[in-house]
C-alpha cells in the first residue's frame, strides 16, 4: 500500500471493555511496531515483531494488552479491561527491515479514550 | 533502545529565521534519527545520522552529530509556517525501537 493505515481513527470506550485496534504495514515491510503517545508526551514502545521471530513484547505496560501479527502483515492489539489511563493515541509503525535500514514509517494513529 | 533529550522545549520565530534544535543522549548508539510530527501529516521521518557519519543534509535540514558530546543537533534554515510542529530525536540502536522525549515544540510565525 501507500503508507501504513491504522483502524479505526478514533475509539471511545467504557472502562472495563475490551478494544482491538488494526494496524495495516506497508506491503514487503517485515518489522512492525506499537507505541503509544498520551497527550503532550514522547512514543513509548510498546512491541515489535519482526519476521517470523518471536515478537520483543518488553514494553507492554500490563498483562491486558496483547497483539499479534497474522501471516507476517497486519497486526492487531488488543486491550482488555481498559482503564482510563490506557487514554493515548497508538501508533502502529513498519521497516523494510531492521537489517536493511532503520527508518520507520509511522501510521496515522488510533486515538482511544476511555470514559 | 535509550530516550533522548530535546532542548529547548518550545522555539518560536519568524518565517525565514533558522531554527536550531539540540539533542543529547547518554550511550552509545547506531544511528540518530529525527521525526516531525504535526496535526495535520501526523508523525513522519525527517533524517537519519549514522553513529560515524558528523554531518548531513537534506533539503533545508542540516543535521550534525557529536558522538564524543553525546548530543546532536538539527536546523532548519529559512523557516516556514509549514514547520510548525513538535521535532523528536531518537538516538537508536541496531534495528532497535525507538523511544523519543517530549521533544522541541517549534512555531514559526509568518
Known amino acids: 500500500g501507500a503508507g501504513v493505515s491504522q483502524s479505526p481513527s478514533n475509539k471511545v470506550t467504557e472502562k472495563g471493555k475490551d478494544v482491538e485496534l488494526r494496524c495495516d504495514p506497508i506491503?514487503?515491510?517485515?518489522?512492525l511496531y506499537w507505541y503509544r503517545q498520551s497527550l503532550g508526551q514522547g512514543l513509548e514502545f510498546l512491541i515489535y515483531?519482526?519476521?517470523?521471530?518471536?515478537?520483543?513484547k518488553s514494553g507492554l505496560p500490563s498483562d491486558r494488552f496483547s497483539a499479534e501479527r497474522t501471516g507476517g502483515s497486519v497486526s492487531t492489539l488488543t486491550i482488555q479491561r481498559t482503564q482510563q489511563e490506557d487514554s493515548a493515541v497508538y501508533l502502529c509503525?513498519?521497516?523494510?527491515?531492521?537489517?536493511?535500514?532503520?527508518?520507520?514509517?509511522f501510521g496515522p494513529g488510533t486515538r482511544l479514550t476511555v470514559l | 533502545s535509550q530516550q533522548g533529550e530535546e532542548d529547548p522545549q518550545a522555539l518560536s520565530i519568524q518565517e525565514g529565521e533558522n531554527a536550531t534544535m539540540n539533542c543529547s543522549y547518554k550511550?552509545?548508539?547506531?544511528?540518530l534519527q529525527w521525526y516531525r510530527q504535526n496535526s495535520g501529516r501526523g508523525l513522519v521521518h525527517l533524517i537519519l545520522?549514522?553513529?560515524?557519519?558528523r554531518e548531513k543534509h537534506s533539503g533545508r535540514l542540516r543535521v550534525t552529530l557529536d558522538t564524543s558530546k553525546k548530543s546532536s543537533s538539527l536546523l532548519i534554515t529559512a523557516s516556514r509556517a509549514a514547520d510548525t510542529a513538535s521535532y523528536f530525536c531518537?538516538?537508536?540502536?541496531?534495528?532497535?525501537?525507538?523511544?523519543f522525549g517530549a521533544g522541541t515544540i517549534l512555531r514559526v510565525k509568518s
Open positions: 509503525a513498519s521497516s523494510l527491515a531492521p537489517q536493511l535500514t532503520d527508518t520507520q514509517y
Open positions: 506491503s514487503g515491510h517485515t518489522a
Open positions: 515483531f519482526q519476521g517470523n521471530s518471536a515478537p520483543d
Open positions: 550511550t552509545s548508539i547506531n544511528n
Open positions: 545520522i549514522r553513529s560515524n557519519e
Open positions: 531518537a538516538p537508536t540502536e541496531y534495528g532497535n525501537k525507538l523511544v
